[in-house]
């Protein structure tokens, strides 16, 4: 199975910050690499998939990018709201699987 | 507004069995494949299985081949995961999640539900 490894695993940050999550693929996916977003006790949702494209409804402080082994999520200006768990998702390679998260916090 | 709304998660004990089902509602739930994943406490999310729209097809993570079954009923707009030979390691929040079309067995989530908690402890 393609391991996926987030870095880093939590970091504290400030509302207005620039955030840069970077998710590693252990063999390339080419672009078939999906985010999400997941808040205490609720179920993921998701913001990006084809490393870059924005799922409706998503702010657009979000944005994604990367090819092969290497990608990031992006978030311009943080806001309140954005303090969660992002977890990267590869979907090339059969089974789909998922990194290990990185907690944005406070 | 598309909906999934999982039910039948509770304590089970070890080598127990238990069946988790997920209605589905606000789009045409046979024309979506459909996949539970699953996250223990405090965890990551680790995908547990795969069905496609019309239930030709399955598929099971290698931590739960043998001991779990996934199916559909399309009729009644439901998904359902049937668990035997639990084992504390399969404590988790069970999700079933909606396949966007990707050409692929492997693909992405659009649609989440909220999540049924299976405890396995004696």
């Known amino acids: 199975a393609v391991r996926m490894t987030q870095s880093p695993s939590s970091f504290s940050a400030s509302t207005g910050d620039r955030v840069t999550i970077t998710c590693r693929a252990s063999q390339g996916v080419t672009t078939y690499l999906a985010w999400y977003q997941q808040k205490p006790g609720k179920a993921p949702k998701l913001l990006i998939y084809a490393a870059s494209t924005l799922n409706s409804g998503v702010p657009s402080r979000f944005s994604g990018s990367g090819s092969g082994t290497d990608f990031t999520l992006t978030i311009s200006r943080l806001q309140s709201e954005d303090f969660a768990t992002y977890y990267c998702q590869q979907y090339y390679v059969f089974p789909p699987t998922f990194g290990g998260g990185t907690k944005v916090e406070i | 507004e598309v909906q999934l709304l999982e039910s039948g998660g509770g304590l089970v004990q070890p080598g127990g069995s238990l069946r988790v089902s997920c209605e589905a509602s606000g789009f045409t739930f046979s024309d979506y494949a459909m996949s539970w994943v699953r996250q223990a406490p405090g965890k990551g999310l680790e995908w547990v299985s795969f069905?496609?729209?019309?239930?030709?097809?399955?598929y099971y993570a290698d931590s739960v081949k043998g001991r779990f079954s996934i199916s559909r009923d399309n009729s009644m707009n439901t998904l359902y995961l049937e668990m035997s030979s639990l084992r504390a390691e399969d404590t988790a929040v069970f999700y079933c999640a909606r396949v966007t079309p990707c050409g692929s067995t492997s693909c992405f989530y659009d649609y989440w539900g909220q999540g049924t908690l299976v405890t396995v402890s004696s």
């Open positions: 069905i496609s729209s019309g239930a030709d097809r399955t």
